[in-house]
């Protein structure tokens, strides 16, 4: 079994929980920002974090994606050592590392770019670039035109299908994974990337380490197509991330329902993945301003530790800060937080308790890890599924409405009781394979099937 099966993710984004500035001058002397995170371990540990992904630390231009030097710390956050010795103390604590690689990309400060900025066709990194044309009119004001990632041209699109390029990222990779001992990466905008490059990314990285752990950034389309033996361990799960929020804005659990059913029921497309799971991340409003009522927060959560997949945290949003995506800036989504502030100021202290409640829980259920799903009771606002192994079940139910609910389901359990794994109550009974219970207003559960007390 790959430490991935009982990984539970915390996304952090360096240069914003760090307060770096906004832009890199290439000039000012190096800061070393990154010690800040070490204040944020034991609230990682504490938590019950188990791995962790760092947002892009390499020498960029401005937001982290727009790579100047691969083989640089960014100056705003520090140096190598500076790295090395954060995923030292991280792995101290068992927590495992994941590094945002940003391989489809560049800046127009790359050096491969500057060198065809001042040599044209002549330059032995022509090819290096996709669409390069010699054509004038460039609104970046070159002599040539070129292709930019989603027509961003300050994002230069590398050429992954050549492989004089492969051959740099590879090494590139070779020299992160021996120096700073990371444990994967989150490829971002993977469905960009060529193929056969990722293929060979896979063959080279797991030649060197099996247990390195490849996810790919795939907002749309047939997740089979990378996350297969061949290419990526995992990618993005978009499709739930939209369900989760959007079921419960809507009132709306058919929704999520279908999704989960979908993916993972016995015919699922996805029942052999293990999909990388989140709320919100750093490119999309924080779930905290997504959900319409502020009572299904602590739901939205219950459902991420129970469904199938890889469940992920961004960093303070177990305190419910808000932010939203601006046509401008992403300010509000990557900012510079303070962990004692956190803690005495957050917006729902009582959160990260409840997150913490469900980590736990989710760690010690072979079902919630692993397990099948099955949906056995689905309405508009109420939602009842259970995860199954052949030792153990759980069973899901979560009740979204604003009035309490009696709840009756089928279930293919023997006589016995569902215990509350969260709060310890009275659980609800099984009797000739049929479930009666009551659930409060905008309430979760996760019961656990056990045999009747002897009396």
């Known amino acids: 079994m790959s430490w991935v099966d009982n990984a539970i993710f915390y996304h952090i984004y360096p240069l914003g929980l760090c307060g770096a500035p906004s832009e890199n001058d290439q000039q000012s002397p190096v800061v070393h920002r ?5 204040s944020w371990l034991d609230h990682l540990e504490w938590l019950g974090v188990n791995a962790v992904i760092l947002g892009p630390v ?7 994606y727009d790579t ?16 090395h010795e954060l995923v030292e103390a991280m792995h101290a604590k068992g927590i495992r590392v994941v590094l945002d690689a940003v391989l489809n990309h560049v ?35 070159d002599p040539f035109v070129y292709e930019g990632w989603n027509g961003h041209l300050e994002l230069v699109k590398l050429n992954t299908g050549l492989q ?66 061949e290419m990526l361990d995992s990618v993005t799960n978009y499709e739930i991330y939209k369900g989760l929020y959007s079921s419960l804005n809507d009132g709306n659990l058919f929704e999520i329902a279908h999704s989960l059913k979908r993916q993972y029921s016995s015919e699922g497309i996805y029942r052999d993945l293990r999909l990388y799971n ?22 939205v959560y219950g459902l991420l530790f129970s469904i199938p997949g890889i469940p992920s945290v961004y960093y303070g949003s177990e305190w419910g800060y808000p932010g939203r995506k601006l046509p401008e800036s992403d300010t509000q989504l990557r900012p510079d937080l303070d962990l004692d502030a956190c803690i005495r100021q957050a917006p729902r202290p009582a959160l990260p308790d409840w997150v913490r409640t469900l980590v736990r829980v989710r760690r010690t259920n072979a079902a919630l890890r692993n397990g099948s799903c099955r949906m056995l009771l689905v309405q508009s606002e109420q939602l009842v599924f259970s995860r199954n192994t052949e030792s153990e079940t759980a069973v899901v139910v979560l ?23 969260l709060e310890g109550k009275d ?7 049929q479930v009666e219970g009551e659930l409060p207003a905008y309430s979760f559960k996760l019961l656990q099937w056990q045999a009747l007390k002897q009396q």
Not at 68 to 83: A, E, N, P
Not at 117 to 124: M, P
Not at 284 to 291: E, G, H, N, T, Y
Not at 400 to 411: E, G, L, N, V, Y
Request: hydrophobic share 40%; charged share 30%.
């Open 427 to 433: 659980g609800w009974l099984v009797r000739g394979g």
């Open 34 to 38: 990154l010690e800040k995170i070490y």
């Open 107 to 141: 800046s127009r400060d790359f050096f491969a770019f500057k060198e065809v900025l001042e040599r044209l066709e002549s330059s032995g990194y022509w090819h290096w670039f996709n669409g390069m044309k010699m054509e004038p009119g460039s609104v970046m004001g």
């Open 58 to 64: 390499f020498e960029a231009r401005t937001h982290g």
């Open 68 to 83: 100047i030097d691969y083989l640089k710390v960014d100056r705003r956050l520090g140096t190598g050592d500076t790295l």
């Open 164 to 229: 004089d390029v492969r051959n740099y990222l590879l090494a590139v990779t070779g020299k992160w994974m021996d120096h700073y001992g990371i444990d994967g990466f989150r490829l971002d905008a993977a469905d960009c990337l060529d193929p056969g490059f990722m293929k060979q990314l896979a063959e080279y990285c797991r030649s060197r380490r099996e247990d390195f752990w490849l996810m790919g950034e795939v907002v749309f389309g047939d997740y089979n197509h990378w996350a297969n033996k």
């Open 399 to 421: 009740n979204a409405s604003d009035k309490s609910s009696k709840m009756a389901f089928d279930c293919e359990l023997a006589d016995g009781e569902l215990v509350d794994m």
């Open 278 to 299: 989140f709320v919100d991340n750093h490119d999309v409003d924080r779930i905290a301003s997504q959900l319409k009522n502020p009572h299904h927060l602590p739901l």
